[in-house]
Nanobody, 122 residues
Framework: QVHLVESGGGLVQAGGSLRLSCSASGSIFSFNTMGWYRQAPGGQRELVADVTSGGTTTYGDSVKGRFTISRDNAKNTVDLQMNRLKPEDTAVYYC????????????????WGQGTQVTVSS
């Protein structure tokens, strides 16, 4: 059983900063990808940023240059530093971890956190 616990959401004014943290517990394969997605009211869940256990990062276009993702492999944690926040960053932010279970046949596992609200006021 894999469990993700998120923290750090809240209310901030536009231009401000927040830091989200996610801690994973349970049986997780060492080679995995951890990341953050977000979902605004009425919108689809979208990638914010993710990072592989090898350190390769991917960012959504709307957050490039403002957000930074980092992870600690030893602790199975992933953080998201969000700077220069905008009202359009308002959403529920979800932590995710995923890993390949098998290549043949192809099988993977994805686990989601419960989500944390980020609200940016104008």
């Amino acid at each position: 059983q894999v469990h993700l616990v998120e923290s750090g959401g809240g209310l901030v004014q536009a231009g401000g900063s927040l830091r989200l943290s996610c801690s994973a517990s349970g049986s997780i394969f060492s080679f995995n990808t951890m990341g953050w997605y977000r979902q605004a009211p009425g919108g689809q869940r979208e990638l914010v940023a993710d990072v592989t256990s090898g350190g390769t990062t991917t960012y959504g276009d709307s957050v490039k240059g403002r957000f930074t993702i980092s992870r600690d492999n030893a602790k199975n944690t992933v953080d998201l530093q969000m700077n220069r926040l905008k009202p359009e960053d308002t959403a529920v932010y979800y932590c995710q971890v995923r890993w390949v279970v098998s290549y043949s046949p192809a099988s993977s596992r994805t686990v989601w956190g419960q989500g944390t609200q980020v609200t940016v006021s104008s």
